[in-house]
């Protein structure tokens, strides 16, 4: 019952609405659009004010505005200036040469109750499954991403990247 009502009332807002579009847009006369055409040509264009310039004049600043202090710097005297006679001491690194593991990265699994990631990667043709953190030899998985594996040989980190077969 209720619906029946409610459907009538929705139809009745349609038709007034509709109307008052028809009505606007097929309502109007043609001596409104006159009137308002004799109004328009009777607006005169000329401005009823004046126009005047203002003018000013800028100045060069001197000072940087972005300065926090306001010291003044002296120019330094070549005179003053002593020459350094210490030699500056290098240190020899030596670069060793570390020779990595081959290396390759099959893919991940992760379980549901699992929160790190199982890897399976292959090292030196043997083949390993092992959780981020964990070690192999000298060998530590540090992070395990969907295309790339981040390991660390000696304290050194490498990015190995997943072979697509």
Do not use: C
């Amino acid at each position: 019952m209720k619906k029946k009502y409610l459907n009538g009332v929705l139809i009745v807002l349609l038709i007034i609405i509709w109307g008052a579009v028809v009505y606007k847009y097929f309502g109007k006369s043609n001596a409104s659009k006159k009137n308002r055409d004799n109004n328009i040509s009777n607006i005169s264009s000329q401005p009823k004010y004046n126009v005047t310039k203002d003018t000013f004049l800028l100045e060069i600043i001197n000072k940087s505005p972005f300065k926090a202090s306001k010291r003044i710097k002296k120019p330094v005297q070549a005179t003053k200036v002593k020459a350094s006679t210490q030699k500056p001491i290098l240190k020899h690194i030596k670069k060793v040469n570390t020779v990595w593991p081959d290396i390759s990265y099959h893919g991940f699994v992760k379980g549901n109750h699992k929160t790190t990631r199982l890897v399976l990667l292959k090292i030196d043709k043997k083949l390993y499954r092992k959780r981020e953190n964990e070690t192999v030899g000298d060998l530590t998985l540090v992070k395990a991403y969907n295309d790339s594996l981040i390991v660390s040989f000696n304290n050194i980190k490498k990015t190995i990247t997943k072979i697509h077969d």
